[in-house]
């Protein structure tokens, strides 16, 4: 019997949901599955915070089950429910997501009608986000809104304990007539306090992959920093892991990846740091304690422009750096400095620097692209696509833009209503990469996903590879006449 229960739901028929990534807003891809499952073989990742939870609840003596309803292309949801009403838990906490959040509360409006009585804790910034419709339609009990990887274990372990809601901390309840803010008592201050999160509820056969590297390797994710402090205006990061830096011991980060190394066989890390170089001391001590272990470990990490040096370079490549992602967002001078890096050196100069320093120290260079943003015209996507074009990074990732809640674009967009309500979008377009769901001040949304395929097409080969082909669409044409 499991007093708990954590739960990474799955993902909804015809759509594949990635519920850690845009800050845990969550993304998705189209898919041609019918039922409730997840496609396997993607580069996916574990909704983290669940790892941290379920390790407090082991250091606080609770029974608990976790389900991990992505880990087949099929989920079982009668055997689910099943089991479910035979434990009878008192509560169940899970996230919820943009894209799948309609499929999601109906699965939970299941589950209390399996287990009358049982509370649901809702995890993730798209709960803390439609917190008051959440709990006043008694699809939640309790949203977190603070300091979720240490206080929902502590949370979940009184209430399997019977205490009431009233005890909870980090987040909101229903009173009733509105949502009644329970502050922390104890804040998080650190990642420190679980010796090693749960990575043993894993299926590990699942985190393998030759996304990068070209070569099939087990991988798993790891946080040496949790949040974000700049004021990026489109980006969910601050809202979704916070906007103040906490830290995991450099020496705590070692051993958490000797251990899923030796006991695990991981080989490859995907550090999920909102920016890994933030805190340059921090970050070097990170390295240092990688090379002083020699794992044979190689990673991937995402940082700015503007934290890195060419010292800082040749230490993460000694360390086990073979990949670094900058968010680059727009190649045109104006909008880079406006709106994509308006909180740093707004130079394009400075970031073809650090593109060409990454790739001179064997490091490969993937910058992400966001395409439609509100000032987004023909002019600056041709401007994107030179500048692409010159610096030559390995590789892009092309998203379109979404004013995703939270974010000072969503708080202007609503106010102006200049492009439309925000509000208005079916939320279950949030995936960033399956259409655009706004226009811009000068482009149709049908000229946004023309500019984007336009995009992808043009980087995707040389100049002579375009002329040719265009040369042989064109004698075709006249053979066909």
């Not at 992959?209 to 994710?221: I, P, Q, V, W």
């Given at each position: 019997?499991?007093?708990?229960?954590?739960?990474?739901?799955?993902?909804?028929?015809?759509?594949?949901?990635?519920?850690?990534?845009?800050?845990?807003?969550?993304?998705?891809?189209?898919?041609?599955?019918?039922?409730?499952?997840?496609?396997?073989?993607?580069?996916?990742?574990?909704?983290?915070?669940?790892?941290?939870?379920?390790?407090?609840?082991?250091?606080?003596?609770?029974?608990?089950?976790?389900?991990?309803?992505?880990?087949?292309?099929?989920?079982?949801?009668?055997?689910?429910?099943?089991?479910?009403?035979?434990?009878r838990p008192a509560v169940l906490a899970t996230v919820v997501n943009i894209p799948s959040l309609g499929p999601d509360l109906a699965l939970l409006g299941k589950a209390r009608a399996a287990v009358p009585g049982l509370r649901i804790?809702?995890?993730?910034?798209?709960?803390?986000?439609?917190?008051?419709?959440?709990?006043?339609?008694?699809?939640?009990?309790?949203?977190?809104?603070?300091?979720?990887?240490?206080?929902?274990?502590?949370n979940l372990a009184r209430l399997a304990a019977g205490e009431t809601l009233a005890a909870l901390e980090g987040g909101s309840a229903w009173n009733g007539a509105a949502a009644r803010k329970q502050p922390a008592r104890t804040p998080?201050?650190?990642?420190?306090?679980?010796?090693?999160?749960?990575?043993?509820?894993?299926?590990?056969?699942?985190?393998?992959?030759?996304?990068?590297?070209?070569?099939?390797?087990?991988?798993?994710?790891?946080?040496?920093?949790?949040?974000?402090?700049?004021?990026?205006?489109?980006?969910?990061?601050?809202?979704?892991?916070?906007?103040?830096?906490?830290?995991?011991?450099?020496?705590?980060?070692?051993?958490?990846?000797?251990?899923?190394?030796?006991?695990?066989?991981?080989?490859?890390?995907?550090?999920?740091?909102?920016?890994?170089?933030?805190?340059?001391?921090?970050?070097?001590?990170?390295?240092?304690?990688?090379?002083?272990?020699?794992?044979?470990?190689?990673?991937?990490?995402?940082?700015?422009?503007?934290?890195?040096?060419?010292?800082?370079?040749?230490?993460?490549?000694?360390?086990?750096?073979?990949?670094?992602?900058?968010?680059?967002?727009?190649?045109?001078?104006?909008?880079?400095?406006?709106?994509?890096?308006?909180?740093?050196?707004?130079?394009?100069?400075?970031?073809?620097?650090?593109?060409?320093?990454?790739?001179?120290?064997?490091?490969?260079?993937?910058?992400?692209?966001?395409?439609?943003?509100?000032?987004?015209?023909?002019?600056?996507?041709?401007?994107?696509?030179?500048?692409?074009?010159?610096?030559?990074?390995?590789?892009?990732?092309?998203?379109?833009?979404?004013?995703?809640?939270?974010?000072?674009?969503?708080?202007?967009?609503?106010?102006?209503?200049?492009?439309?309500?925000?509000?208005?979008?079916?939320?279950?377009?949030?995936?960033?990469?399956?259409?655009?769901?706004?226009?811009?001040?000068?482009?149709?949304?049908?000229?946004?996903?023309?500019?984007?395929?336009?995009?992808?097409?043009?980087?995707?080969?040389?100049?002579?590879?375009?002329?040719?082909?265009?040369?042989?669409?064109?004698?075709?044409?006249?053979?066909?006449?």
């Amino acid at each position: 019997m499991a007093a708990v229960y954590l739960m990474q739901l799955p993902s909804p028929p015809r759509r594949n949901v990635f519920r850690e990534w845009a800050g845990g807003m969550g993304t998705s891809l189209a898919s041609e599955r019918t039922v409730a499952g997840h496609d396997q073989g993607y580069y996916d990742i574990p909704f983290s915070t669940l790892l941290y939870v379920a390790r407090v609840l082991e250091q606080e003596g609770v029974d608990y089950r976790y389900v991990d309803g992505q880990a087949r292309a099929a989920f079982d949801e009668t055997g689910f429910l099943t089991q479910l009403a035979e434990d009878r838990p008192a509560v169940l906490a899970t996230v919820v997501n943009i894209p799948s959040l309609g499929p999601d509360l109906a699965l939970l409006g299941k589950a209390r009608a399996a287990v009358p009585g049982l509370r649901i804790i809702l995890l993730g910034p798209t709960a803390k986000w439609f917190k008051d419709r959440l709990l006043r339609e008694g699809h939640a009990d309790f949203v977190m809104e603070e300091g979720e990887e240490l206080l929902t274990g502590r949370n979940l372990a009184r209430l399997a304990a019977g205490e009431t809601l009233a005890a909870l901390e980090g987040g909101s309840a229903w009173n009733g007539a509105a949502a009644r803010k329970q502050p922390a008592r104890t804040p998080m201050t650190s990642l420190d306090f679980v010796d090693f999160p749960a990575y043993g509820l894993l299926d590990f056969s699942r985190y393998e992959s030759d996304y990068y590297f070209g070569e099939r390797m087990r991988y798993a994710t790891v946080f040496t920093t949790k949040g974000c402090p700049y004021k990026c205006g489109y980006c969910p990061y601050p809202f979704g892991f916070g906007n103040r830096l906490i830290y995991r011991n450099p020496k705590k980060v070692g051993d958490d990846i000797e251990r899923l190394h030796r006991e695990f066989g991981v080989v490859q890390i995907l550090f999920r740091d909102q920016v890994f170089t933030i805190n340059r001391k921090h970050a070097a001590a990170v390295c240092e304690e990688l090379i002083r272990r020699a794992l044979p470990i190689r990673w991937v990490c995402e940082t700015r422009y503007d934290v890195v040096d060419e010292a800082m370079l040749d230490l993460m490549y000694r360390a086990g750096c073979r990949e670094i992602h900058y968010g680059l967002e727009s190649g045109d001078p104006e909008m880079f400095g406006a709106i994509a890096k308006s909180d740093g050196p707004q130079s394009l100069d400075l970031f073809e620097k650090v593109v060409g320093w990454t790739k001179a120290r064997g490091m490969r260079c993937h910058t992400h692209l966001i395409v439609g943003m509100p000032d987004e015209s023909w002019e600056t996507v041709r401007n994107t696509g030179r500048w692409l074009r010159k610096v030559k990074p390995d590789s892009i990732q092309l998203a379109y833009f979404m004013p995703y809640p939270g974010t000072p674009m969503y708080q202007e967009l609503k106010a102006s209503q200049a492009l439309g309500d925000p509000d208005a979008i079916d939320w279950e377009d949030f995936g960033s990469f399956t259409r655009p769901v706004m226009p811009t001040k000068h482009m149709t949304k049908d000229e946004v996903k023309r500019a984007k395929e336009l995009l992808s097409w043009d980087l995707r080969y040389s100049l002579m590879e375009r002329l040719g082909m265009r040369v042989r669409r064109m004698l075709r044409l006249r053979e066909a006449a």
